[in-house]
């Protein structure tokens, strides 16, 4: 007797595309659920399909619906996917729709989308499964979202993960693929755009470090400083906070010897994350929207990897955020 729960723990190890399937109700309003059933069929005739659970609330909307739309997800689009994957509820609230061939709503910003009309149901088990003809279609090219083992993942082009060396002689080398070498240069080089601007404030990069850290909240007791700049010696943390209260840029205050900005300071800062995060929107944008989603995931995730403390810093509530939850 085969065990449902590893059944569907072993199918997990499949990775999948995440999808979102739309079409027009019975009531003539939009329906779309998440799945990761699609799958292509044939390319002549253009066939594709995938399969809902006969417990859906919408399989009977989907039953008799000529037209239905399949959205292939991007890497930046899992809280699209579990809205849609919600049971009940108004799914299209205040989102961008277009209209489709037979009215079907249809999702923007996708990986890909094709618009399809059905060519035939059938009773598999628990699901019912859609093949349908591709009538019209459109796609992005950005990186899409990955489902593998019960949670989102990213895809990486292989291309890029079989890279060989530039040089042969660096060929298992201490440089060239080590993670350190590709974390170090590309800091490097990402900062070099900003280290002309931190020269003429005389700011050497720990300065900087400490002092956009500093921007976080108005008051800094020192043991949360220390957690605020993880990973950096006490004693050159401590010369760049010293350095910065030096000039005026910082100051100390209260007997616990809690640290905060001078207005200066505070203006300083602000001028020089303002040119950061101007060089990194031209990084970002030649790489692409949903590359740098999965970068940033990626870089995210090996932080918590090689800094347990990561997670748990002690920022306040009142740290600024960029209006995203999570």
């Not at 799914?91 to 249809?106: C, M, N, S, T």
């Not at 999702?107 to 035939?120: E, I, K, M, Y």
């Not at 895809?155 to 693929?177: I, Q, Y």
């Not at 840029?249 to 101007?278: V, W």
Request: charged residues 20%; glycine residues 10%; proline residues 5%.
């Amino acid at each position: 007797m085969i065990d449902p729960t590893a059944l569907r723990r072993a199918l997990g190890n499949f990775a999948t595309g995440v999808t979102i399937i739309t079409t027009r109700g019975r009531t003539g309003a939009p329906v779309g659920l998440t799945a990761n059933s699609f799958n292509s069929v044939s390319l002549n005739p253009p066939l594709v399909l995938w399969s809902l659970a006969n417990s859906a609330l919408s399989l009977a909307d989907f039953k008799v619906a000529e037209y239905w739309a399949v959205h292939v997800l991007t890497a930046d689009q899992t809280e699209l996917s579990s809205r849609f994957a919600r049971r009940g509820g108004d799914k299209f609230h205040a989102l961008d729709i277009e209209v489709g061939l037979g009215d079907v709503p249809l999702l923007t910003g996708c990986a890909a989308r094709f618009q399809c009309r059905t060519v035939s149901r059938h009773e598999g088990g628990d699901h019912v499964i859609f093949i349908g003809e591709v009538l019209a279609f459109d796609s992005s090219g950005s990186a899409p979202l990955v489902f593998h083992g019960g949670r989102y993942a990213h895809a990486t082009p292989r291309d890029l993960v079989d890279r060989k060396p530039r040089t042969g002689h660096l060929a298992g080398s201490f440089s060239d693929e080590f993670l350190g070498y590709l974390l170090g240069r590309s800091h490097f080089c990402f900062f070099s755009q900003l280290r002309p601007c931190l020269e003429q404030a005389q700011l050497d990069d720990m300065m900087f470090y400490v002092l956009s850290t500093l921007t976080l909240r108005p008051r800094w007791a020192s043991e949360d400083l220390a957690e605020g700049v993880p990973g950096v010696l006490n004693e050159r943390r401590m010369q760049a906070l010293e350095a910065l209260i030096d000039r005026g840029l910082a100051c100390a205050e209260g007997p616990g010897s809690e640290y905060a900005l001078t207005p200066a300071g505070r203006d300083l800062a602000l001028s020089l994350i303002a040119t950061a995060k101007s060089i990194e929107s031209q990084v970002l944008d030649e790489l692409g929207h949903s590359d740098a989603v999965v970068l940033k995931s990626m870089l995210n995730r090996l932080l918590q990897i090689v800094d347990r403390r990561s997670g748990q810093l002690p920022w306040p509530d009142e740290a600024p955020t960029n209006g995203t939850s999570g």
